[in-house]
């Protein structure tokens, strides 16, 4: 066989073979290009969404620090609190990281709206200046030093979830959310 026609017929696989390589590792660059900073945009978003929970979480749980049953206030206000006390504000923060994501941190999220409820419920009735125990025979001081001391738990584990998220986009594997009793 001529030397022109075998040189052809081992190079002409080669050459499709490289050819074919280089398309995809071009694509798998313009992906990347396009990727990158929309990665970078959603991870921002989740990092502001995960910061504000965390934010809302410690200034609602917190409300009620200071504040004495023998202290007369209005229902639905706490001394130093700049609005009404209203779960609405850990729900909507709750719902914003529902939307980013991912499930395994929304679902831990969700831990945090029936504690501010009970929170809610908790503030009311030391503001109507209950000193009884009402709360599964505790008094609402101590159901509230309870929740917040829950409110906290939560919130070191779900900062620790979103920190490995962010970090390593896993979720952390050595750390599971603690289910604990509800107040009826």
């Known amino acids: 066989m001529d030397p022109a026609i075998t040189a052809a017929l081992i190079t002409t696989p080669t050459a ?10 071009g694509r798998a660059q313009a992906n990347a290009a396009h990727r990158g900073p929309v990665d970078a945009v959603r991870r ?13 979480v410690h ?12 202290l007369r206030i209005t229902p639905g206000e706490a001394p130093g609190a700049e609005e009404p006390i209203n779960p609405d504000a850990v729900v909507s923060a709750v719902m914003a990281v529902r939307l980013e994501g991912p499930e395994h941190l929304a679902d831990l ?10 929170m809610h419920a908790v503030l009311g009735a030391m503001s109507m200046y209950l000193t009884e125990p009402i709360f599964d025979g505790e ?3 101590q159901t509230y030093r309870a ?9 070191e584990e779900f900062a620790d979830a979103a920190s490995a998220h962010l ?18």
Do not use: C, W
């Open 59 to 70: 200034t609602y749980s917190r409300i009620g620090t200071g504040m004495s049953v023998s």
């Open 109 to 118: 999220a969700d831990a945090f709206i029936p504690l501010a409820y009970d």
């Open 139 to 141: 008094t609402p001081e």
């Open 44 to 56: 921002q978003h989740q990092r502001d969404a995960y910061a504000h929970l965390l934010a809302t």
């Open 16 to 25: 499709v073979l490289a050819a074919a390589t280089a398309y995809a590792a």
């Open 147 to 155: 929740l917040s001391a829950e409110f906290d738990q939560t919130a």
């Open 167 to 184: 970090n390593t986009g896993k979720p952390p594997h050595s750390r599971r959310l603690l289910t604990l009793p509800r107040r009826q």
